[in-house]
């Protein structure tokens, strides 16, 4: 019994010595609450609740201490919202949690600890360990929101000016604020957001703001926040010369490219339309797509929407510079006038003369004319409507009376509402209808005999002419390469000269035929340095308006651990669509670049950033090619290719650093697509007559014909292409078919010319007829009518003056003219057949023009654009290849 | 709450334990003249001299500063005893039970700012062990000299405020075992001696509001014990 007493008061003293117990306030509670971390080194929240308190620990030591109450973090959902298995808790230095009473505590997220993006459980215990009840979520952003760019950067306070805000990862934007640097008065903006991540921001900056620098501030709706210091300058200093804004008009319901001149213009300046009676609340409207061409010359785009009405144009310098053009810019209503055609678009300088102008959207037009004579002098006239005109067509009166013969004449039409266009050209010539004289263009990068030559548009204002293949001086040397120099609205060679096409030929051709359908050149036949060929290929000029849009920029900043992204700077970006193999037009090759996205980086961008280029999808493409400026501040046109991504990606993050880029640049306006095979010839052809004539039933249709030339020995049989437009614009062809009867006589070195209505007023409307003319062997013309469905029936008509071959021919004014080649070999003189006014077809008699070409050329190559002719290359004097061009007006 | 439970609970078995012992030995006992003590027998033992039933209570001051960083405070206490009737009843069986409430306060100083923290470490320990007493039992002075085992049942509460704001209280109690040893001298008055005792106690006190420090304290104390029986 002892025993078992002395038992049971041992073990009741030893479970007395062991017992403890650590008991608190009771259970806490937290409020319900939704955090969100925003990315930041550090960020700060706040959790209400009750029962929250730290408790002594040590106090019975020399170094007491608090133990606050624990905030754990326990990961849920990862970031696209997906529950996660089990991790362990992620609990948050006692240092990091603040007191603030038993109804608030506070704590302070780290980057140092490595949160995982997605939705963490706030755990907050008391130091009893008693879990607080209740629901806190903190969710953890990827990336933190980041606002770069202000675009622009700078704004005139006479005006109130949208501005962009680029940022990432915002979310849901509530507030947008500016805060003057120096005084701290912070000014709400009005904005929306925009973007296919939200992340550009359109806020109002109100006019009449004080001059100054202001940090832009963009507060996310999960109560995050970023700042852009010093992101915005408000300025006043009107001292920018703006002289011009080209074209001064835009339909409301379309853009308009526009190019601004002036003066001290500084990299990139931004301009805007303000109405000229603004509204308080009226918002100045942002041309887009500011490039700097020049510190003389802008190009931009007015968007479309603008109210119609007319605005002063602003541009403002990045230094703050104001400049202001009042009254500069008309929107209109209605859509401006086109002028499709003016016929005829020669004429003879012995008094007035009328025309037709055909095109659309006529409404109570006026006409003028700026007429450039030959030795420079311009000359502005003003023409007389006739009554009794519509819409589409109407006559004028012009008073070319006096006019030096070779004068151009560019022909405003002006609608009431005043907008205009600018149609190109009519050539003046004395009554006998003689050519003027030749001017002499720029060199060709390459001598080329017996180039492929031809005119193309890019735009209706953007002209261009091809020289194609040829040879250094025999068919054994045949080319590849090809070259094209642009064309003004008076027929003048740009002053830059020829420039290389990016795609060349694939393989070398010369003698090859060439004809022009809508925004198509096709080369037929020729010789590819080893025999005549039966190859044909065709190439498409390339449409600007086919290019990708870079329609979104995001960002990030760029990890300093590893070399990535840009610096401060103005940056260049462009992307451009690679079409799939199987393109109808452009198989595996590449479009145009978009327009220029031009991001301008502050200094005060700590770092770096990546950017990330967001564009619309192009139908057909099978990967995007981007390109940027290799360092920041370079011109815009410098950019190289950064990359190439494989189609479905339609957005690319830039994470290569400033440096060296090895790729080639974007396609130039006036490039080519590549040249596509198409059916071969049944017969290979070298030095052949090609021409193209519309079908005079299937308006859809075009017939592509290759005459005569060589394989071996001189052809007289003929082929035809039929070619079907789409509505698309794009072309599809069938097979070569053998032609009827065959023309006269078997010859090479022979031009065929199509004249129609356009080429020649007496030939009637809907009519067209297809020339051979005379070549080696014979110098005899066959003419045939296009018939339905394309077939030729020729006949005979007056022939060539003899020897006439490897000549370059063209038919315009009434005329057939043919320069150079003669005699088998290079030749100055140029003649003319007059088609009869009387009896078209027939031709009235050949005659000597003249005029002479500047250098004797055989296998010369011409081409026509308006009112010009353009003679290029050929075998000069000795046989060497000449790199030269010549031009002169109908 | 609890804590005022826990005092409340002490406070009674002090004020009802002593009063209601001496009322009870007041009856049984003989008045001891301390100016003629009486005469021994042989066996040591006299009708006229102090009961062998000993009955006490004290109150003094805990000095725990030896030990920990807690404060000085007040500590009362009882004690039982029984003086065996052999050595000329020198040796002594006493039980004792004590309490004293010893703190601290602190400024706590963080990061974002001062914090007041306070801590009280109530203490109530129950000892046992033997007295023995130097001169012999017919002495009207003695010294006296104990020492055993201690219960300590330890009660610690947490504290504090900050810009006004009152932290909740936490408490953590455990029990833990030590020991005692003290000297002390008492003089015989009226049915008893008044008495000063100097004691050491000590125990662990692994707490976490306290840290891990012990409950030693030195605690002199002044008190009546009876002589009864």
């Known amino acids: 019994m002892r025993r078992i007493t002395l038992l049971v008061l041992i073990a009741m003293l030893v479970t007395l010595s062991c017992s403890h117990a650590l008991e608190g306030p009771g259970e806490p509670s937290v409020e319900q609450k939704a955090l969100t971390y925003c990315g930041a080194d550090t960020q700060s929240f706040v959790i209400q609740g009750s029962g929250l308190s730290p408790m002594v620990v040590e106090g019975a030591t020399d170094d007491p201490r608090l133990e606050m109450p624990q905030v754990c973090l326990l990961r849920v959902k990862d970031a696209d919202g997906n529950p996660v298995p089990p991790e362990p808790e992620i609990c948050l230095a006692d240092e990091d949690v603040e007191w603030v009473s038993q109804n608030e505590i506070r704590f302070t997220a780290t980057s140092s600890l490595g949160l995982s993006p997605g939705e963490y459980e706030v755990v907050v215990k008391n130091p009893d360990g008693t879990k607080a009840k209740g629901t806190v979520t903190l969710i953890v952003l990827s990336d933190g929101p980041l606002v770069f760019w202000a675009d622009p950067s700078v704004v005139y306070n006479g005006i109130s000016t949208q501005i962009t805000v680029y940022g990432a990862n915002l979310g849901v934007v509530n507030q947008v604020l500016l805060i003057n640097s120096d005084t701290g008065e912070e000014i709400p903006l009005d904005f929306t957001q925009a973007g296919t991540k939200q992340n550009r921001i359109q806020a109002v900056v109100p006019q009449g703001l004080a001059v100054g620098t202001y940090h832009i501030r963009v507060t996310s709706e999960n109560g995050c926040a970023a700042d852009l210091l010093r992101g915005l300058k408000i300025t006043d200093t009107i001292g920018l010369t703006v002289t011009t804004i080209d074209p001064s008009f835009g339909w409301a319901d379309g853009p308009t490219p526009v190019t601004i001149t002036g003066a001290g213009f500084q990299q990139v300046p931004r301009a805007y339309l303000n109405p000229d009676q603004p509204a308080p609340d009226t918002v100045a409207s942002s041309i887009e797509s500011v490039a700097f061409a020049s510190d003389a010359r802008l190009t931009g785009v007015v968007p479309q929407g603008l109210p119609p009405g007319l605005y002063d144009l602003i541009v403002v310098n990045p230094d703050g510079n104001v400049g202001l053009l009042e009254n500069a810019f008309t929107v209109t209503a209605e859509p401006p006038p086109v002028v499709n055609n003016i016929s005829p678009n020669y004429l003879d300088n012995d008094g007035d003369k009328t025309v037709t102008i055909e095109g659309e959207n006529f409404r109570d037009p006026t006409v003028s004319m700026v007429c450039r004579a030959p030795d420079g002098t311009e000359t502005t006239l003003t023409g007389t409507v006739l009554p009794g005109g519509t819409g589409t067509s109407f006559q004028a009166t012009l008073p070319v009376g006096g006019l030096t013969q070779g004068t151009v004449c560019v022909v405003r039409v002006t609608n009431s509402d005043g907008s205009y266009f600018d149609y190109s050209a009519i050539g003046i010539s004395n009554p006998a209808s003689n050519l003027n004289d030749f001017s002499t263009g720029p060199t060709l990068i390459t001598a080329r005999r017996a180039p492929s030559v031809a005119a193309g548009r890019a735009t209706s204002a953007a002209r261009y002419v091809y020289a194609i293949g040829g040879d250094d001086g025999s068919a054994a040397g045949a080319l590849s390469s090809v070259e094209t120099v642009a064309i003004d609205i008076f027929g003048e060679p740009s002053a830059v000269g020829w420039f290389e096409q990016p795609v060349a030929l694939p393989e070398a051709r010369t003698m090859a035929g060439i004809a022009r359908v809508g925004r198509y050149l096709y080369l037929v036949g020729g010789n590819d340095g080893t025999g005549a060929t039966a190859s044909v290929r065709r190439a498409q000029v390339l449409d600007p308006l086919a290019a990708p849009k870079i329609v979104d920029v995001a960002a990030r900043k760029g990890d300093p651990a590893v070399t990535e992204g840009i610096g401060a700077g103005v940056w260049y970006y462009r992307v451009s669509a690679v079409m799939a193999d199987d393109d109808p037009s452009n198989p595996g090759g590449e479009t145009l670049p978009s327009e220029p996205l031009v991001v301008n980086l502050a200094q005060e961008i700590e770092g770096t950033l990546v950017l990330t280029l967001i564009w619309e999808p192009i139908a057909g493409a099978k990967a995007y090619r981007i390109y940027r400026s290799p360092t920041g501040d370079l011109p815009v046109g410098s950019e190289l290719r950064l990359a190439e991504v494989a189609e479905p990606a339609t957005s690319y993050e830039d994470v290569a650093p400033p440096g060296p880029i090895s790729g080639p640049p974007p396609l130039p306006l006036g490039a080519t697509g590549v040249w596509m095979g198409l059916p071969d010839l049944g017969t290979a052809r070298e030095a052949a007559g090609v021409a193209v004539a519309r079908d005079p039933v299937a308006a859809d249709q075009w017939h592509l014909y290759a005459i005569g030339g060589r394989d071996g020995g001189d052809l007289a049989t003929w082929e035809r292409l039929t070619i079907t437009v789409a509505a698309d614009g794009s072309h599809g062809v069938g097979t070569w078919a053998a032609g009827g009867a065959n023309i006269s006589a078997a010859r090479a070195e022979l031009s065929a010319f199509s004249v129609s209505h356009a080429e020649a007023a007496q030939v009637p409307a809907g009519t067209t007829y297809v020339y051979a003319g005379g070549g080696t062997g014979s110098n005899n013309v066959d003419v045939a009518e296009v018939a339905a469905g394309g077939d030729l029936v020729w006949s005979a008509v007056d022939a060539m003056p003899p020897g006439r071959a490897g000549y370059a021919g063209l038919a315009g004014a009434g005329f057939l003219f043919v320069f150079g080649g003669a005699q088998g070999g290079p030749s100055d003189s140029c003649a003319s057949g007059e088609i009869d006014p009387g009896a078209p077809p027939q031709i009235v008699n050949w005659n000597n023009e003249g005029v002479k070409l500047n250098v004797p050329r055989y296998f010369a190559g011409s081409a026509e654009e308006s009112a010009f002719i353009f003679v290029v290359g050929g075998a000069t004097s000795g046989g060497a290849p000449s790199a030269t061009m010549e031009r002169t007006v109908l | ?229």
Do not use: C
């Open chain 2, 1 to 229: 709450m609890k804590r005022a439970a826990f005092a409340g609970t002490l406070w009674l078995s002090l004020s009802l334990g002593p009063g209601a012992l001496a009322q009870e030995s007041a009856q049984a006992s003989a008045t001891f003249d301390t100016a003629n003590p009486p005469e021994a027998t042989a066996d040591g033992d006299s009708d006229a001299l102090p009961g062998a039933l000993v009955i006490g209570g004290e109150v003094g001051a805990i000095f725990p500063q030896p030990f920990s960083e807690l404060g000085t405070h007040v500590a009362f206490g009882i004690e039982l005893g029984y003086r065996l009737p052999f050595a000329g009843q020198r040796i002594e069986i006493m039980g004792a039970a004590a309490f004293s409430p010893p703190g601290n306060s602190t400024t706590i100083e963080r990061a974002e700012g001062e914090y007041e923290a306070e801590i009280d470490q109530q203490m109530l320990f129950f000892s046992l062990g033997p007295r023995f007493r130097v001169m012999e039992r017919a002495s009207p002075w003695n010294v006296t000299i104990a020492a055993g085992g201690r219960l300590f049942l330890l009660r610690t509460y947490s504290n504090g405020s900050r810009g006004g704001e009152e932290f909740a209280e936490f408490t953590e109690q455990s029990t833990q075992i030590g020991f005692f040893v003290a000297l002390g001298g008492e003089y015989v008055l009226g049915p008893g001696a008044i008495f000063l005792d100097v004691d050491l106690g000590w125990s662990k006190l692994p707490h976490e509001i306290t840290g891990d420090v012990s409950t030693g304290n030195i605690t002199p104390t002044l008190g009546y014990r009876f002589f009864l029986l």
